[in-house]
């Protein structure tokens, strides 16, 4: 099945709709993108070149098969496969998620936001004998506020909040 991304103003998916592949082939029984828009337009009403086809299996600008390990690069297509909300960038070809925060921006090698601090490379913490996972999130206010500060950490059971400063946490 091949899916195809509705889109409306500026850009914003507003649907995604699959047609069986025997629906794209063309004269030469070949698929072809357009004769799945022109099909999406008989069916729909909406203009075919407001319909843009996008990979199922694709996601941060890598395919992966149907058990999720990477697979054949040369089917990846246009960075993401697009959802509702989503925005069609027509220059990079590239099917963008909805932007998280205010200060992260566009990564086309990976497509996909980044945040201006590159994420914790300390993930785990010891309490006692055990391996724990900090639980760390994005604090925008705190990084509009001082833009040495972002991403915030929690240890199970604990209030104090921690501040990732590039290479330790910090307790407040």
Same mark, same amino acid.
């Given at each position: 099945?091949?899916h195809?991304?509705?889109?409306?103003?500026?850009?914003?998916?507003?649907?995604?709709?699959?047609?069986?592949?025997?629906?794209?082939?063309?004269?030469?029984?070949?698929?072809?993108?357009?004769?799945g828009?022109?099909?999406l337009?008989?069916?729909?009403?909406?203009?075919?070149?407001?319909?843009?086809?996008?990979?199922y299996?694709?996601?941060?600008?890598?395919?992966?098969?149907?058990? !999720?390990?990477?697979? #054949?690069?040369? @089917?990846k297509?246009? $960075?993401?496969? =697009? +959802?509702?909300?989503?925005? /069609? %960038?027509?220059?990079?070809?590239?099917?963008?998620?909805?932007?998280?925060?205010?200060?992260?921006?566009?990564?086309?090698?990976?497509?996909?936001?980044?945040?201006?601090?590159?994420?914790?490379?300390?993930?785990?913490?010891?309490?006692?004998e055990?391996?724990?996972?900090?639980?760390?999130?994005?604090?925008?206010t !705190?990084?509009?506020? #001082?833009?040495? @500060?972002?991403?915030e $950490?929690?240890? =199970? +059971?604990?209030?104090?909040? /921690? %501040?990732?400063?590039?290479?330790?946490?910090?307790?407040?």
């Open positions: 099945m091949a195809f991304a509705k889109l409306g103003v500026n850009g914003k998916v507003i649907a995604v709709h699959g047609l069986d592949n025997d629906q794209l082939l063309n004269a030469d029984n070949v698929e072809d993108e357009t004769v828009q022109q099909r337009q008989e069916i729909h009403g909406w203009p075919a070149e407001m319909w843009i086809k996008t990979s299996n694709t996601r941060g600008n890598k395919y992966y098969d149907a058990d !999720g390990s990477e697979g #054949d690069q040369s @089917k297509l246009r $960075g993401n496969y =697009a +959802g509702i909300g989503y925005t /069609w %960038d027509e220059d990079n070809q590239i099917f963008w998620p909805p932007q998280l925060h205010a200060s992260w921006t566009k990564n086309n090698s990976i497509c996909a936001w980044s945040p201006p601090i590159t994420y914790p490379s300390e993930t785990t913490y010891t309490s006692g055990d391996t724990l996972y900090w639980s760390i999130g994005w604090n925008e !705190g990084y509009q506020a #001082d833009n040495t @500060k972002g991403w $950490g929690l240890k =199970a +059971g604990s209030d104090t909040i /921690w %501040d990732w400063n590039g290479s330790a946490w910090v307790s407040r």
